[in-house]
T-cell receptor, first 115, second 115 residues
């Protein structure tokens, strides 16, 4: 079965520019997650979708980050405007559904460098 | 708030020797516990989980983990380490009594297996 797909794999932008990341989850997975992983740290959840509805976005910096999953399948995460501290790997993951015992499957990530 | 502690930044072990990567957690409800492995420039890969049942959980690549409720620990173990096990390992917890509760990761432990 195909895994979680993400693009681009790498992105370099200047501060104050905007950037968007794309994720296509495993087919049939209802739940989709975006994580931010800063170098040397564990992933931190930014937003969680169940189908096309937001379940948890409490850690998403909403003044500059936005995410959508319009048709309940693929998703985009946007940063506008970017700051230096946004340099990180952005991971997308998906799981079969609720309840919370299901494991998550991760994509390869997008490494963002903000200069 | 829930949390995960991985007290060792790095664990060094000789090939063929047993390995242990430590994890302790804090969560208000019923703990659902997970181990993930991350190879360079790749996303996280699921190893094993504890949801309920037998305290000793077996997972991929010969890894196992033991859930200890009294010590709030979920240490990852393998009887005989391989050089190819060298990677970054993450422990994670979520509150099983709260559907949709986010997965919280530890800071990661780098495992180095030397020939």
């Amino acid at each position: 079965e195909a895994g979680v797909a993400q693009s681009p794999r790498y992105k370099i932008i200047e501060k104050r520019q905007s950037v968007a990341f794309w994720c296509n989850p495993i087919s049939g997975h209802a739940t989709l997650y975006w994580y931010q992983q800063i170098l040397g740290q564990g992933p931190k959840l930014l937003i969680q979708f169940q189908n096309n509805g937001v379940v948890d976005d409490s850690q998403l910096p909403k003044d500059r980050f936005s995410a959508e999953r319009l048709k309940g399948v693929d998703s985009t995460l946007k940063i506008q405007p970017a700051k230096l501290e946004d340099s990180a790997v952005y991971l997308c993951a998906s799981s079969l559904s609720f309840p919370s015992g299901y494991e998550q499957y991760f994509g390869p990530g997008t490494r963002l460098t903000v200069t | 708030a829930q949390s995960v502690a991985q007290p060792e930044d790095q664990v060094n072990v000789a090939e063929g020797n047993p390995l242990t990567v430590k994890c302790t957690y804090s969560v208000s409800g019923n703990p659902y516990l997970f181990w993930y492995v991350q190879y360079p420039n790749r996303g996280l890969q699921f190893l094993l989980k504890y949801i309920t049942g037998d305290n000793l959980v077996k997972g991929s690549y010969g890894f196992e983990a033991e859930f200890n409720k009294s010590q709030t620990s979920f240490h990852l173990k393998k009887p005989s380490a391989l050089v190819s096990d060298s990677a970054l390992y993450f422990c994670a917890v979520r509150d099983g009594d709260n559907a949709g509760n986010m997965l919280t990761f530890g800071g990661g432990t780098r495992l180095m297996v030397k020939p």
